[in-house]
């Protein structure tokens, strides 16, 4: 079945770091890939998306692009900031599945 | 407001009660979600639903009841709640392929 790959967290940076954080999916045929953002006592949030292969999905600075050559979908911002301390998560959707298929979450803390 | 609302927010019940967790969105989406949130899970789906009167289970249904009479509506019951219940839960709905979410209910068993 369809799973998705996330690294382990937390990850601690300083501001204005480079943040990354890997997604690696398995799914048959073509998945919609997701970056969802859970900030602290909220429910999560869309925070990009990206339908097919080279699709680079961007929201808020952060950026992530479809590779389905290594079946990723990693998150990247270039400069982050104490406000994006939040959990994310990577997830995929597959077609004629109306269900989401989550990672384990990657918990961000951003420090001044 | 428009959006999906979660009632009650926190919630601490004992071993063996039942206990209704709501879920209420005012966009009139047709699918309807039931996940739970644990350490190290991430989100794991526990019911959900494509329109009113028609649910199917997820990943993780044992221990939990669903119903949808309707569209607005989507109760989940712990018909006899075990300390394994304890976790977060989301609600969310479904329009195209993004899904929006509650804010969450944190139910503790005792």
């Known amino acids: 079945g369809d799973s998705v790959t996330q690294m382990e967290g937390p990850v601690t940076l300083s501001e204005e770091a480079f943040l990354t954080i890997n997604c690696t999916y398995t799914a048959t045929g073509y998945p919609s890939l997701f970056w969802y953002v859970q900030y602290p006592g909220e429910g999560l949030q869309l925070l990009l998306k990206a339908t097919k292969a080279d699709d680079k999905g961007s929201n808020k600075g952060f950026e992530a692009t479809y590779r389905k050559e290594t079946t990723s979908f990693h998150l990247e911002k270039g400069s982050v900031q104490v406000s994006d301390s939040a959990v994310y998560f990577c997830?995929?959707?597959?077609?004629?599945?109306?269900?989401?298929?989550f990672g384990t979450g990657t918990r961000l803390t951003i420090i001044p | 407001d428009a959006g999906i609302t979660q009632s009650p927010r926190y919630k601490i019940t004992e071993t063996g009660r039942q206990v209704t967790l709501m879920c209420h969105q005012t966009w009139s989406h047709s699918y309807m979600f039931w996940y739970r949130q644990d350490l190290g899970h991430g989100l794991r789906l526990i019911y959900y639903s494509a329109a009113a009167d028609i649910t199917d289970k997820g990943e993780v249904p044992d221990g939990y009841v669903v119903s949808r009479s309707k569209t607005e509506n989507f109760p989940l019951t712990l018909e006899s709640a075990t300390r394994s219940q304890t976790s977060v839960y989301f609600c969310?709905?479904?329009?195209?392929?993004?899904?929006?979410f509650g804010p969450g209910t944190r139910l503790t068993v005792l």
């Open positions: 997830a995929l959707s597959n077609f004629g599945n109306e269900k989401l298929t």
């Open positions: 969310a709905s479904r329009q195209g392929n993004e899904q929006f």
